[in-house]
Structures are given as structure tokens and as C-alpha cells.
């Protein structure tokens, strides 16, 4: 199964705002096992942020966006999402979803990717 970003896109969100990404499937959303959050700043190596569990809902989230982000997934809208709260300019990134490279109970993230796919672009002003 193939997992699409959107949301981001050109418009800059100003420091303390919020935005909303979601993650579209190519197939049936509920096959996906586990549903990852990544986000590469410039000039840095891509890093796994966030991890949902489909089979039970366990979620991890990386330090730096714990408390801040949310991820959630309608099975029925096959569709995952991340909610970004109180955003700053280290969030800026370009922000992807990929299907079972994550295990939320460790915190651990596929990270060796030899091609990424799209992504969209978080862009938040200082």
C-alpha cells in the first residue's frame, strides 16, 4: 500500500499556529499494520516523529512534537492524519507517511529509504 502526505503546500504558518496533514492510501487503509509519521528539515537526515497502531491504537510520538502532535487514522475514510499544534520554525519540514516501517511500542522508525515519494512541504514563520 502506497501512503500519500498532503496538507502542507506553500502557505507559511505563523509560530504558535496549527495545521493539519493527512495521509491517503493507494489501497485498502486497513491493511496497513502500523502508520508512520517522517519529516526531513533542511539539511537533515529524515527522522521518524510519529507511530499509529492499527490493530490497537498505540500511538508514539518522538520527544521533540510530544504534546503537540496528534496522529489519528479513520480506517473508514481510509485515511491517517497528523494534527500539528503550537508549531515552530524547527517543525519546518517536508512531512511524509509510510506504511509499516514504525513500531510504536519501541519508537522505532525504517528510516533507509532508497526513495521517499512526494511528501508536503510545513513551512512555519518565526
Known amino acids: 500500500v502506497q501512503l500519500q502526505a498532503s496538507g502542507g503546500g506553500l502557505v507559511q504558518v505563523p509560530t504558535g499556529g496549527s495545521l493539519s496533514l493527512s495521509c491517503t492510501a493507494s489501497g485498502n487503509i486497513p491493511s496497513v499494520n502500523v502508520m508512520g509519521w517522517y519529516r526531513q528539515a533542511p539539511g537533515k537526515e529524515h527522522e521518524g516523529i510519529s507511530c499509529i497502531s492499527g490493530s490497537d491504537g498505540t500511538r508514539y510520538y518522538t520527544e521533540s512534537v510530544k504534546g503537540r502532535f496528534t496522529v489519528s487514522r479513520d480506517n473508514a475514510k481510509n485515511t491517517g492524519y497528523l494534527q500539528m499544534n503550537n508549531l515552530g520554525p524547527e517543525d519546518t519540514a517536508v512531512y511524509y507517511c509510510?506504511?509499516?516501517?514504525?513500531?510504536?511500542?519501541?519508537?522505532?522508525?525504517?528510516?533507509?529509504?532508497?526513495?521517499w515519494g512526494q511528501g508536503t512541504l510545513v513551512t512555519v514563520s518565526s
Open positions: 509510510l506504511a509499516d516501517h514504525c513500531n510504536p511500542r519501541l519508537g522505532s522508525f525504517v528510516t533507509d529509504f532508497a526513495s
